[in-house]
């Protein structure tokens, strides 16, 4: 089933509950003045993005949304998501996945990390233009990743991918205030995908906080940061979209032209599908490396979208 993304951030609005649908109602109406519109069964919740410093909610919205598994994601006075609330994991093996994840070997680690790096690359050459040099360049470069990637191909990428991207005078810097608004974008995208990978790993019973590459201990979503490498290019190719069509701020229509991502259809081994629909098998597919499976990762690919 599709899940809905909803955004508020035009008005505060009061989230709360009637029979077991989410009400948006402007402060001040009563549940029985909600519009039909701006009523959502529960079943059909997927991602809740509140950027609205006024908007209110009761105990009730909040449990709903945690007993469905919708993710609310909540932005700061920058306009990024700045914290969400994610389900808990009623996986039957949680303890085992977590066992799994603190007892990865380090062969194991370094083949994952080399898959993730190699398809992040594929992806990014992906946007280019088919006879550029800088395509060829990076097409050749993600053939050398090797185990751990050891040559650190996918910062080698980088440099020649942002400016064939965004312009020659493009940096990659993420932050509103010193990045300008292609940064903007890109960290707006982010931190969605970013949520949706979150929200896909408590799911499937795995820690978040325990990473492949990515480590820190004030970062709890280091293996969400992982696995959403190769997912990356689908938020630029968006990003890229707004750049030349004139987009200056981080206004609510581009965050309406990012949102996207979260249902755009990707491809994997088993066919094609909304990417919040496809997650999960490419999770499962990093679990089963985890106890041992011998099967490359199930990494969603991007699929053609038109007009961007």
Known sequence: MVKRTLEISSEGMHLCVQDRQLLILPHGRKKSECEPRNRVPAEDLGFVVVDHRDTTYSHSALALMAEVGAVLVVCGGDHLPAGMLLPMAEHTEVVWRIDDQINIGKVTQKQVWSEIVEAKVRAQASLLDVDSETRREIENLSRRVRSGDPENIESQAARYYWSALLGGSFRRTPGTVSGGAANAFLDYG?????????????????????????SNRSNAFCLADDL??????????????????????????????????LTETVRTRAGEGPLHVVLPRFVSSYAERLRGGKASLEIPEMTEVPGL
């Open 228 to 261: 959403m490498e190769p997912l990356r290019p689908m938020v630029d190719r968006r990003a890229r979209f707004l750049v030349n069509h004139g987009h200056a701020t981080l206004d609510p229509h581009a965050k309406r032209s990012l949102l996207p991502v």
């Open 190 to 214: 982010y931190a969605l995908l970013r949520a949706a990978v979150a929200r896909t790993l408590v799911g499937a019973g795995l820690l978040p906080a325990i990473g492949i590459k990515h």
